[in-house]
């Protein structure tokens, strides 16, 4: 305990001594350090700044980076980084072949690989090769005269024989199909003539829209009559017909027949 009394009155002694030296004789008043700092902080903001020591360069009106320049003579620098090449290099390095790449100008094969008309030619001739060929599988398949067809091993033995016998079958096949068109026609036309004797014969024969409305045309008695003989000898044809399938006569069937009913008159063919 004396210790510390002795300790703190030996501090006291020597603080006022530095004091009494430090301090003039004259009234000076002291300025705490926290009042100091706040002054020269001020001074320091209220003065103007001091010029840069570097120079500042203007702004550019567009940015332009430096290693992306807009003339710079890009198609002049050197596409190698060795020495020029000689005029018989390059003419070495014109005539070499390299792997991978298109022969050389003024040759054969490069002629052959950059020729439109070569690869036109081939692409029609292989065009048309195929097509042929699929055109003349299918006729030897569908043709009622592939019978008389050669086979294809006479191409190479007796390519004569081979040609004509392909000529004669198209001609057959040509013949065929125009006498099954004529037929055709024929039979279509002979069931239409049928059909309208047979409705004009029972009187349901159908009326078009202008006759309805302005009448028929009167038809001569010859026409009629011609027409009336036609249907007979339709009729017996038929009834041959039948006996000769039949194998012996056939009995006509009474079929009742009942009143004729007079058609409804109508206004204007219509109602």
Known sequence: MASSVSLSSWRSAATGARLSRVRPSSAVPIIPMRAFSLSVTRLAVSEPPSQPKHTVLEKPTRFVPPSHGARLARKNLPKHYGPAFTPDEIKEQNNRDYPTMLPPEGTFAHWFWTSK??????????????GVTSILMNFSQTSPFKELIPPSSELFTDPTHFIFAWVHVIQLHHADSNQKAIDSRFTRLDDAMKRKMYQRAHGIEQESPITKIFGKIPEPEDQVEAEKLTMAKLEEKTKQAIVDAAGGPVETPIIPTSEPTQPRKKWFGLF
């Open 117 to 130: 008309a070569v690869h036109s030619w081939i692409a029609i001739g292989t065009l048309t090769v195929l």
